[in-house]
T-cell receptor, first 112, second 117 residues
Framework: GQNIDQPTEMTATEGAIVQINCTYQ??????LFWYQQHAGEAPTFLSY????GLEEKGRFSSFLSRSKGYSYLLLKELQMKDSASYLC?????????????FGKGTTLSVSS | GAVVSQHPSWVICKSGTSVKIECRSL??????MFWYRQFPKQSLMLMAT?????????EQGVEKDKFLINHASLTLSTLTVTSAHPEDSSFYIC?????????????FGPGTRLTVL
């Protein structure tokens, strides 16, 4: 089976740093994605990890440990506009090719 | 960047009617498109994977006769919700994969909000 866990909600203040964790158990692992989704909108791509280690992109960084089935998304210098849902998604092989399996998302609220 | 459009953005229909949702990749060819459903405050649930020119592969628990998927070209996939009922009210999102990219990134459409009365 497949299982992706991430916290339901997190809160932080402007300028702070927040880390959103994601653990997964899945077969046919082809990489892990992080997406940002504002209410009523489609997800937008943030990062992709397929090898162990840290990927940095501006204020956002993502880390992956394949042996531990663990990833985190690190958001620095938080801004109000970062208030959104953050989705961890695992790319895995299925009978149709590959597909993204999403976690339930972490709703981040940034306050001033 | 890769752009995916969906039409309509929102639709309200009566129970028992059918609704068609279009998903288009505007500036790339997408041999594979995906259809997701998202209920309020929940994550995206994959409904089916659609490969151009072949039948869609449905996830467990998704009725293929109720959710008809057609992927007739490299830039267009359609989802038809047949005999819609109020419990089908949801946010439907499509995505497309650009095979030119070195990894399996999916680009998402803006979503279609379906309300069945």
């Amino acid at each position: 089976g497949q299982n992706i866990d991430q916290p339901t909600e997190m809160t932080a203040t402007e300028g702070a740093i927040v880390q959103i964790n994601c653990t997964y158990q899945t077969s046919g692992f082809n990489g892990l994605f992080w997406y940002q989704q504002h209410a009523g909108e489609a997800p937008t791509f943030l990062s992709y990890n397929v090898l162990d280690g840290l990927e940095e992109k501006g204020r956002f960084s993502s880390f992956l440990s394949r042996s531990k089935g663990y990833s985190y998304l690190l958001l620095k210098e938080l801004q109000m506009k970062d208030s959104a849902s953050y989705l961890c998604a695992v790319s895995q092989a299925n009978q149709a090719g590959t597909a993204l399996i999403f976690g339930k998302g972490t709703t981040l609220s940034v306050s001033s | 960047g890769a752009v995916v459009s969906q039409h309509p953005s929102w639709v309200i229909c009566k129970s028992g009617t059918s609704v068609k949702i279009e998903c288009r990749s505007l500036d790339f060819q997408a041999t594979t498109m995906f259809w997701y459903r998202q209920f309020p405050k929940q994550s995206l649930m994959l409904m089916a994977t659609s490969n151009e020119g072949s039948k869609a592969t449905y996830e467990q628990g998704v009725e293929k006769d109720k959710f008809l998927i057609n992927h007739a070209s490299l830039t267009l996939s359609t989802l038809t919700v047949t005999s819609a009922h109020p419990e089908d009210s949801s946010f439907y999102i499509c995505s497309a994969r650009d095979l030119q990219l070195p990894y399996n990134e999916q680009f998402f459409g803006p979503g279609t909000r379906l309300t069945v009365l």
